[in-house]
């Protein structure tokens, strides 16, 4: 499979995980466990594919903080193509916190994911020949409806999509047939 590419448009971001050590006490500290890991349902995409020995080249907004440096150089050490994706100076990389009780059930997530909107049409189109030039292309629906009905209409490559979540599926409705 390896002389296969495959592009991914879509979300990354860092995951943050808090478990308390005993049942929560709102509204207070608790002694627990904290973990960070790269996240986001494309880069997950892009990661799992990597894993199956295809060339993955990610088109993902990253911005210039530390979790960006961490999920961009994880990404490369596994072997992604970076170079598609934007990184955005001053920008907050995406990140989601989840706090879950003791027993790893969730309590709250929170998503901060807005750097995602700047994968645009526009800077798509910028690099529309080596998109289409793909084996495959596998988008998310954390894109702008947009962008997502722009991918629809222009890419030729096989085009997959991953509807990420119920609230986030009609993103992809318009270009169902495509």
């Not at 608790?30 to 088109?59: E, M, Q, Y």
């Not at 085009?159 to 270009?175: F, H, N």
Request: with cysteine.
């Amino acid at each position: 499979m390896g002389n296969k590419t495959v592009v991914v448009i879509g979300a990354v971001n860092m995951d943050i995980f808090g478990r308390p050590d005993r049942a929560p006490r709102m509204h207070d500290s608790n002694p627990g466990t904290v973990s960070f890991s790269p996240g986001g349902v494309g880069r997950n995409i892009a990661h799992n594919l990597c894993l199956l020995g295809l060339n993955v080249k990610l088109v993902a907004a990253i911005g210039d903080d530390v979790y960006g440096d961490s999920i961009y150089e994880s990404c490369t050490k596994l072997g992604m193509d970076m170079h598609l994706s934007r990184r955005m100076s001053g920008g907050r990389t995406s990140s989601y916190l989840c706090v879950t009780d003791e027993n790893g059930d969730m309590l709250v997530g929170v998503s901060d994911t807005d750097i995602s909107a700047s994968i645009t049409p526009e800077y798509l189109k910028a690099h529309i020949k080596e998109i289409n030039e793909a084996d495959a292309v596998v988008i998310d629906a954390n894109l702008t409806q947009e962008t997502v009905s722009w991918i629809a209409d222009n890419i030729t490559a096989p085009l997959y999509a991953d509807p990420v979540s119920a609230a986030k599926a009609d993103r992809l409705k318009p270009g169902l047939g495509k």
